[in-house]
């Protein structure tokens, strides 16, 4: 058995097996590789200039207008249940008049809010967890998550990483409705059913 042992008899074996031809150097460097694939990604994920954009068209749903309670009946701290936007699952909602000013909402001191009461984080029941002193709601009885109400139900502590869903409110005279959802509520891929 040969052995090929300096480099111009390496150079004669891949002259012999390319046909007479030297052997060629790799064509692109790492550097430049990373580089090419790099831009290629970027024009991919951002488009080429002059390419038409493609549109898709918002999603709008219709919310059933639903009378909740009266104004001048709600007291500070003591909430109110309800379901919303329909019956179905995990519409258990609250409406509280918290009695200082909260994002969202309704009345003269902007304090009236109301939130379903799903957790975010594994559908874990709310009711009963409303926190007079700190304006929140939980812990949640799964993972012990928290949710301030003056500040659109955003999550103080515990495992959710997205708010509750607050309803939408309206006040016509003394009636206040509930009239639409911000944010998607547990359990569902849209908010209203069928």
Request: hydrophobic share 40%.
């Given at each position: ?15 012999l ?10 064509l ?13 990604t ?12 493609a ?25 109110l ?33 109301a ?71 547990y ?8």
């Amino acid at each position: 058995m040969n052995v090929i042992k300096s480099d111009l008899e390496k150079d004669d074996l891949v002259k012999l097996i390319n046909g007479g031809k030297p052997a060629r150097g790799c064509l692109m460097t790492r550097r430049s590789f990373l580089l090419t694939g790099g831009i290629a990604t970027s024009v991919v994920m951002i488009g080429m200039p002059g390419m038409v954009d493609a549109q898709q068209p918002a999603v709008v749903s219709t919310y059933p207008r639903k009378l909740i309670a009266r104004l001048s009946e709600l007291r500070v701290d003591e909430p109110l249940d309800f379901e919303y936007p329909d019956e179905g699952a995990y519409a258990e909602s609250i409406l509280v008049k918290l009695g200082r000013e909260a994002g969202g909402g309704l009345g003269p001191d902007s304090d009236v809010v109301a939130f379903n009461y799903t957790c975010t984080h594994q559908g874990g029941p709310l009711q009963g967890t409303y926190q007079a002193a700190d304006k929140a709601l939980g812990p949640c009885p799964l993972h012990l998550t928290t949710f301030d109400l003056t500040r659109h139900g955003i999550f103080i502590s515990g495992q959710a990483y997205q708010s509750l869903p607050q309803v939408l409110l309206e006040l016509d005279g003394d009636d206040i409705y509930a009239v639409g959802m911000f944010g998607l509520i547990y359990g569902r891929i849209d908010n209203l059913q069928g």
